[in-house]
């Protein structure tokens, strides 16, 4: 029954800032990799940051220097602090992970998404 609850979104003006917080319910071994998407209106679904155990971080060319993937792996949870923050940054925003449930099994995971608006 392991879910990605996603809180954090709403309404900001430009130039503010949103922490996006996913937490992993259900009882998991650790956090593989972690990813987070968008989805503006009429626009394919992006990746914005992600995270692989191992790897480097990533960002898109359009958040970079705005934008932060972290996670608490004590909490279990992933987060997207956003600063900066430009109406172009509106979107639906969904968190991704792939979480290993035992050693040797590993599961993908989406949040519902959560709808991120910036706007004066």
């Known amino acids: 029954q392991v879910q990605l609850v996603e809180s954090g979104g709403g309404l900001v003006q430009p130039g503010g800032s949103l922490r996006l917080s996913c937490a992993a319910s259900?009882?998991?071994?650790?956090?593989?990799?972690m990813n987070w998407y968008r989805q503006a209106p009429g626009k394919q679904r992006e990746l914005v940051a992600s995270?692989?155990?191992?790897?480097?971080?990533n960002y898109l060319d359009s958040v970079k220097g705005r934008f932060t993937i972290s996670a608490d792996n004590a909490k279990n949870t992933m987060y997207l602090q956003m600063n900066s923050l430009k109406p172009e940054d509106t979107a639906v925003y969904y968190c991704?992970?792939?979480?290993?449930?035992?050693?040797?099994?590993?599961?993908?995971?989406w949040s519902r998404g959560t709808q991120v608006t910036v706007s004066s």
């Open positions: 991704n992970a792939d979480l290993y449930l035992s050693p040797g099994l590993k599961c993908n995971y």
């Open positions: 259900g009882s998991i071994f650790s956090i593989y990799s």
């Open positions: 995270f692989t155990s191992g790897s480097s971080t």
